[in-house]
């Protein structure tokens, strides 16, 4: 492809200014950039699914939460240290994916979304149901988490630390997304979300394509919701509910479906919405609603997609 | 007869939908090289017969062979792996993507070896291959288009470009010329013609015209059953085809 260099610069672009940032930012909106770099991974790894394969899922916070509690339980119970705990973390969330994956396999459109959303209310139970283990609602906080490399030891309460551990986790994310859905296998993916029989009757198994889309979207997902535990050391059941699950929906949605950057444009507006709001009423959630329900009326191409249309029909 | 294994097969092909028999116990051989055409009243069971050639559709009781080997319970995408291939009656391209990307998804198929061809394929390759396709049903001009704003009859000739690309060994048409104009259809003609040169084709076709011009035998149904096959020249003066089509006149009969 010819854009193939200014699409990679352009996403380059995008990651060095959120690297520059830090060192403009105030320590509030510091440790808010951070928080939504991580989020927004997670935003990512909802658009592989919905975006790039068509499959609208309702029940993300499984995977965020499987990497959570993945790495949390087992570094509060057993004494895991912070690269064991990662490792459990992520080996959870893709573990959590293969279930969703098989059971939803022939589900298609509604029965999808409403599968997807059941398996994670039983998720979401479960954690409440062991809270002797979990502490439920109420979680409990990780303090003291460093990574030591020989001599060199990364204190991760330290702020720098968080931004930039958080910025590493997003670039991954990001540029990870974008070989993805420019090689083969993204091609195959979109043909599948524009046209699965067609796409079948070019030889591709079009159910082992989208437990494969299932599991990268909930590897990713998941990948963001271990980084979230061990930089903000904090685990709870709110992150298993059903809001995180329309989170990244509504992220998703905002930035643009089927495209690269939409996820973190739509993570990063959408959650500064949702700071002011709550600095204004405690009815914040209406907010939430009320931009979904906005977007999808009319902007259902979403920030970047609307661009896309407009201005840029090579961005991807 | 000589016991040379015949490219396709099925014996005793049963498909019911519900209380509906749409196609009862077909026995039904391609010999290798061969342009067929079935062809029939609307109904016959033309389109759900190459459904369960090409695993659209699985059968009721019966089977299919493919080069002697049973494919019955092979997946649409496993069929087409070993050259089945079928194009739509209702075009069927990626509306939303361009020319060139809707040939390049039937390119790269054959490409899909190993985990890591997911990952990356020769570009080069690809392409020139892409190239190639489009530029033998004339499509080459359109390449960057998108799908949706080309005309039917260049969507027809799409399908068939993508087709081309997934190199068949036996490529089901279903009636390609339907909705083409007089010009486009002698196009279509020149264009199967040429890929018979290196394919098995199965033709389902209305217009008894290019039925004539293309193909060696004939295979007509009616109510789900074969009732004559043969030459073109049996198949026109066949008491039972006769019946067929002088009960219920079929669209394009000339």
Same mark, same amino acid.
């Given at each position: 492809?010819?854009?193939?260099?200014?699409? =990679?610069?352009?996403?380059?672009?995008v990651l060095g200014l959120l690297g520059a940032l830090q060192f403009l930012l105030p320590p509030f909106h510091h440790g808010m950039v951070a928080r939504i770099m991580v989020l927004a991974a997670y935003a990512i790894g909802y658009n592989l699914l919905l975006g790039y394969t068509g499959l609208m899922s309702l029940g993300h916070a499984t995977f965020f939460a499987a990497g959570?509690?993945?790495?949390?339980?087992?570094?509060?119970?057993?004494?895991?240290?912070?690269?064991?705990?990662?490792?459990?973390?992520?080996?959870? &969330?893709?573990?959590?994916?293969?279930?969703?994956?098989?059971?939803?396999?022939?589900?298609?459109?509604?029965?999808?979304?409403?599968?997807?959303?059941?398996?994670?209310?039983?998720?979401?139970?479960?954690?409440?149901?062991?809270?002797?283990?979990?502490?439920?609602?109420?979680?409990?906080?990780?303090?003291?988490?460093?990574?030591?490399?020989?001599? /060199?030891?990364?204190?991760?309460?330290?702020?720098?630390?968080?931004? +930039?551990?958080?910025?590493?986790?997003?670039?991954?994310?990001?540029?990870? *997304?974008?070989?993805?859905?420019?090689?083969?296998?993204?091609? !195959? %993916?979109?043909?599948?979300?524009?046209?699965?029989?067609?796409?079948?009757? %070019?030889?591709?198994?079009?159910?082992?394509?989208?437990?494969?889309?299932?599991?990268?979207?909930?590897?990713?997902?998941?990948?963001?919701?271990?980084?979230?535990?061990?930089?903000?050391?904090?685990?709870?059941?709110?992150?298993?509910?059903?809001?995180?699950?329309?989170?990244?929906?509504?992220?998703?949605?905002?930035?643009?479906?089927?495209?690269?950057?939409g996820p973190l444009i739509g993570t990063l507006l959408m959650t500064y919405a949702v700071d002011v709001a709550s600095g204004i009423t405690d009815a914040y959630l209406i907010v939430v609603g009320a931009v979904l329900v906005a977007a999808v009326l009319w902007a259902p191409a979403g920030v970047v997609g609307g661009i896309r249309t407009r201005w840029a029909r090579w961005l991807? | 007869?000589?016991?040379?294994?015949?490219?396709?097969?099925?014996?005793?092909?049963?498909?019911? $939908?519900?209380?509906?028999?749409?196609?009862?116990?077909?026995?039904?051989?391609? !010999?290798?090289?061969?342009?067929?055409?079935?062809?029939?009243? +609307?109904?016959?069971?033309?389109?759900?017969?190459?459904?369960? #050639?090409?695993?659209?559709?699985?059968?009721?009781?019966?089977?299919?062979? $493919?080069?002697?080997?049973?494919?019955?319970?092979?997946?649409?995408?496993?069929?087409?792996? #070993?050259? #089945?291939?079928?194009?739509?009656?209702?075009?069927?391209?990626?509306?939303?993507? *361009?020319?060139?990307?809707?040939?390049?998804? !039937?390119?790269?198929?054959?490409?899909?070896?190993? =985990?890591?061809? /997911?990952?990356?394929?020769?570009?080069?390759?690809?392409?020139?291959?892409?190239?190639?396709?489009?530029?033998?049903?004339?499509?080459?001009?359109? &390449?960057?288009?998108?799908?949706?704003?080309?005309?039917?009859?260049?969507?027809?000739?799409?399908?068939?470009?993508?087709?081309?690309?997934?190199?068949?060994?036996?490529?089901? @048409?279903?009636?390609?010329?339907?909705? @083409?104009?007089?010009?486009?259809?002698?196009?279509?003609?020149?264009?199967?013609?040429?890929?018979?040169?290196?394919?098995?084709?199965? =033709?389902?076709?209305?217009?008894?015209?290019?039925?004539?011009?293309?193909?060696?035998?004939?295979?007509?149904?009616?109510?789900?059953?074969? #009732?004559?096959?043969?030459?073109?020249?049996?198949?026109?003066?066949?008491?039972?085809?006769?019946?067929?089509?002088?009960?219920?006149?079929?669209? *394009?009969?000339?």
């Open positions: 492809m010819e854009g193939g260099r200014a699409v =990679l610069a352009l996403h380059l672009g959570m509690y993945g790495a949390g339980l087992t570094i509060q119970h057993w004494g895991f240290g912070v690269a064991a705990g990662f490792l459990v973390g992520v080996v959870g &969330a893709l573990a959590a994916a293969f279930v969703v994956g098989v059971v939803t396999l022939r589900t298609v459109g509604p029965a999808f979304l409403i599968v997807t959303l059941m398996l994670a209310q039983a998720f979401y139970l479960a954690t409440l149901y062991f809270n002797e283990i979990t502490l439920g609602e109420q979680g409990f906080a990780l303090a003291g988490l460093n990574v030591t490399l020989g001599d /060199w030891r990364l204190d991760l309460a330290r702020p720098a630390v968080k931004y +930039n551990a958080a910025l590493a986790v997003l670039a991954v994310c990001l540029l990870g *997304s974008l070989a993805l859905v420019r090689s083969p296998l993204g091609r !195959a %993916l979109v043909a599948l979300r524009e046209n699965e029989e067609r796409t079948q009757l %070019l030889g591709y198994n079009t159910y082992r394509l989208r437990l494969v889309a299932v599991l990268a979207s909930g590897l990713t997902s998941g990948l963001a919701g271990v980084t979230y535990t061990l930089l903000f050391g904090y685990v709870g059941s709110t992150f298993a509910g059903v809001l995180y699950s329309i989170y990244p929906l509504l992220w998703t949605l905002l930035g643009g479906a089927g495209t690269t950057l991807p | 007869m000589a016991a040379v294994t015949p490219i396709l097969e099925t014996r005793a092909i049963v498909k019911r $939908f519900g209380g509906l028999e749409a196609v009862s116990g077909v026995d039904f051989r391609l !010999a290798r090289g061969e342009v067929r055409a079935l062809i029939g009243p +609307n109904g016959a069971g033309k389109t759900t017969l190459v459904g369960l #050639i090409s695993g659209r559709l699985s059968p009721t009781a019966g089977r299919v062979l $493919f080069a002697g080997r049973d494919v019955t319970g092979l997946g649409p995408w496993d069929r087409v792996g #070993i050259g #089945i291939v079928y194009t739509f009656q209702i075009t069927s391209v990626y509306r939303r993507l *361009s020319v060139r990307d809707n040939v390049l998804l !039937a390119a790269q198929r054959r490409h899909l070896r190993r =985990l890591a061809d /997911w990952v990356m394929l020769d570009r080069q390759r690809l392409t020139h291959e892409v190239d190639a396709a489009l530029e033998s049903v004339g499509l080459a001009d359109l &390449a960057d288009r998108p799908a949706a704003v080309l005309a039917y009859g260049h969507q027809r000739l799409l399908e068939i470009a993508m087709a081309l690309a997934l190199e068949p060994a036996l490529l089901i @048409l279903d009636e390609p010329t339907q909705g @083409l104009a007089m010009g486009e259809i002698d196009a279509l003609c020149r264009l199967v013609r040429n890929i018979a040169e290196r394919a098995t084709v199965l =033709l389902i076709e209305h217009n008894i015209a290019v039925v004539l011009e293309l193909a060696g035998r004939i295979t007509v149904m009616d109510h789900g059953r074969v #009732i004559a096959e043969g030459a073109p020249r049996e198949i026109e003066t066949h008491p039972e085809v006769q019946r067929a089509y002088l009960g219920r006149r079929s669209r *394009s009969t000339p």
